[in-house]
């Protein structure tokens, strides 16, 4: 029973170009979540998403950041004109459904801007 | 505003004694709290979930233990061992099943 997916793993950027993240839930789960790590920090909540639809994204940056969770596919969250303070670990978890809280992670992917 | 916050930020422990980590948490609206282990490199590992209506929960050597009245929260890990030893961030949902997690409480363990 594969766990949340998330890739890449590692991914460098120079300034100005643009990230890519991918997150595959959990089978059967429905919902999505993208959090972001700073280093020694606890994770920020960035976006919640249901298949095709953005259900809160209070946590999203206004500018530059986007993210979707389309009928088919994994979920992407976007990073256009990467700066240096986006270089962190981005979580991708997953759940069930409406109602059951408990969400269950990816490995992140680990954003790096040079 | 929302915020989760620890006591301690690092713990030692001697391997066989018992852990607590304490969390406080800022919103008396948040009815679900999650206790979470995170090792180098990795994401997040689910260890227990507890929600408003029970003030203790018990799961495989760890308990979780939830005070509404002063608004804390603590992870309790019998005979800790080695590999124990991680980031433990406990995590709040406020409403709307967003996560408020806390900064993060280092657990060493000493053999």
Redesign the interface.
């Known amino acids: 029973n594969a766990g949340?997916m998330?890739n890449p793993r590692h991914l460098v950027r120079r300034r100005g170009q643009e990230a890519r993240l991918r997150c595959s839930p959990m089978k059967g789960h429905s919902?999505v979540?993208w959090?972001r790590q700073l280093p020694?920090?606890?994770?920020?909540?960035m976006v919640?998403l249901q298949k095709e639809n953005i259900?809160?994204e209070?946590?999203m940056p206004k500018e530059r950041f986007s993210a979707e969770f389309p009928k088919e596919g994994p979920s992407i969250l976007r990073i256009q004109q990467v700066v240096r303070g986006d270089s962190a670990a981005y979580?991708c978890a997953s759940?069930p459904g409406?109602g059951q809280?408990?969400?269950?992670?990816?490995?992140?992917t680990r954003l790096t801007v040079t | 505003g929302e915020s989760?916050g620890l006591h301690l930020p690092t713990l030692s422990v001697q391997e066989g004694d018992n852990s607590i980590i304490n969390c406080a948490y800022s919103n008396s609206a948040s009815d679900?709290f999650?206790w979470?282990k995170q090792e180098s490199g990795?994401?997040?590992?689910?260890i227990i979930?507890i929600r408003s209506n029970m003030d203790k929960r018990q799961g495989q050597r760890v308990t979780v233990l939830l005070n509404k009245t002063v608004k804390h929260l603590s992870l309790q890990i019998a005979a800790t061992q080695p590999g124990d030893s991680a980031v433990y961030?406990c995590?709040e949902?406020p409403g709307?099943?967003?996560?408020?997690?806390?900064?993060?409480t280092i657990l060493r363990v000493k053999s």
């Open positions: 949340v998330q919902h979540y959090y020694e920090e606890g994770l920020k909540f919640y259900i809160d209070s946590g979580f759940s409406t809280y408990e969400q269950y992670f990816g490995p992140g | 989760v679900y999650i979470y990795k994401g997040p590992q689910f979930d961030f995590a949902s709307g099943n967003k996560l408020v997690f806390g900064a993060g």
